[in-house]
């Protein structure tokens, strides 16, 4: 159980097109989800808190223009890169947290999806 | 500003040896740490620490949270090639929940 599905898990896009990635929650519903970026060989940065039906939380120094972020459903959320330049090209990757967690940190992660802007 | 620092930041060594990695941690609304391991997708959840001193392990890996040092350390004992991967450690609590990660370490098992 405790299934998070990301689409694509790779694409190429040019440079000023937008790209969508989707993240799902398969077997369990998530009234939140985290959408991280990763640089190769460094750590996941934390980009945004998505909550189901409210507007999505950024952290600082995150674009929310650049970064659309919509939790549709309990079991989806979906990260919209607009205009997207090469320094946009990175591994993105989002967790899902169940809404039985309560009060623990359990997370459970996607297979990230790896963006690369020519 | 929350900040997660580990070291070393790579690390290299022979299969069989014991390895020991570090994490430090800033106090503000703190929740748990939270160890990984990722290859090359997705991080795979390894332990959560909550409370210090009591160490947890999972056969060759173990960890353990001091609080009074605002620290986390994991070992590794009798490193294997499958153990080469990047190992996050993750600072869980604030309003949201949300996890601030580490800066990783990188750690290299060769045979």
């Known amino acids: 159980g405790a299934v998070v599905s990301q689409h694509p898990s790779w694409v190429i896009c040019k440079s000023g097109t937008s790209v969508k990635i989707e993240c799902r929650s398969l077997d369990f519903q998530a009234t939140t989800m985290f959408w991280y970026r990763q640089f190769p060989k460094q750590s996941l940065m934390l980009m945004a808190t998505s909550n189901e039906g409210s507007k999505a939380t950024y952290e600082q120094g995150v674009e929310k223009d650049k970064f659309l972020i919509n939790h549709a459903s309990l079991t989806l959320s979906t990260l919209t890169v607009t205009s997207a330049h090469p320094e946009d090209s990175s591994f993105y990757i989002c967790s899902a947290r169940p809404i039985l967690a309560g009060a623990t940190y359990e997370q459970y992660f996607g297979p990230g999806t790896r963006l690369t802007v020519t | 500003e929350d900040k997660v620092v580990q070291s070393p930041l790579s690390l290299v060594v022979h299969e069989g040896d014991t390895v020991t990695l570090n994490c430090s941690y800033e106090?503000?609304?703190?929740?748990?740490l939270l160890w990984y391991k990722q290859e090359k997708k997705a991080p795979t959840f390894l332990f959560m620490l909550?409370?210090?001193?009591i160490e947890k392990k999972s056969g060759r890996l173990s960890s353990i949270l001091d609080k009074k040092e605002l620290s986390s350390i994991l070992n590794i004992t009798a490193t294997q090639t499958g153990d080469s991967a990047i190992y996050l450690c993750a600072r869980a609590g604030g309003a949201t929940n949300k996890l601030i990660f580490g800066t990783g370490t990188l750690l290299a098992v060769q045979p």
């Open positions: 106090v503000t609304n703190f929740r748990s």
């Open positions: 909550t409370s210090s001193g």
